[in-house]
């Protein structure tokens, strides 16, 4: 069971290519446009505009790119406004208003 749940689920590793090929739009995004183009007889005659779904190949789009960019940067804590202080010393609050 632990083995098929190794293959279906993605570590951390995958999750982390999955996200730098969309920021590098190295992914293919599909989408379907209708395109219309007219339409002949065996004799040339035009008998109309004839509408027909084709579907287009294109990099990943630039919004996707940089929401990957974003989750990318937070993960290597590239856009943090916090900071994290680590002190070996104790804090020592002295009350001195008697």
Same mark, same amino acid.
């Given at each position: 069971?632990?083995?098929l749940?190794?293959e279906?689920i993605a +570590?951390q590793r995958? %999750?982390l $290519?999955?996200l730098t $090929?969309?920021? $590098? $739009?190295e992914?293919?995004d599909?989408?379907v %446009?209708?395109v219309k183009?007219p !339409?002949? +007889? =065996?004799?040339? =005659?035009?008998?109309?505009?004839?509408?027909r779904?084709?579907?287009? *190949? &294109?990099?990943t789009?630039n919004? +996707? !790119?940089? *929401?990957?960019?974003?989750?990318l940067g937070k993960r290597f804590d590239?856009? #943090?406004d *916090?900071?994290? &202080?680590k !002190?070996?010393?104790?804090?020592?609050i002295?009350?001195? #208003?008697d």
């Amino acid at each position: 069971m632990k083995e098929l749940d190794e293959e279906l689920i993605a +570590d951390q590793r995958e %999750v982390l $290519r999955g996200l730098t $090929r969309q920021f $590098r $739009r190295e992914e293919i995004d599909y989408q379907v %446009v209708m395109v219309k183009k007219p !339409s002949f +007889d =065996n004799k040339g =005659n035009f008998l109309g505009i004839e509408e027909r779904p084709e579907i287009l *190949k &294109l990099p990943t789009q630039n919004k +996707d !790119s940089i *929401k990957a960019g974003e989750l990318l940067g937070k993960r290597f804590d590239m856009w #943090t406004d *916090k900071v994290e &202080l680590k !002190s070996a010393s104790q804090v020592v609050i002295v009350d001195d #208003t008697d």
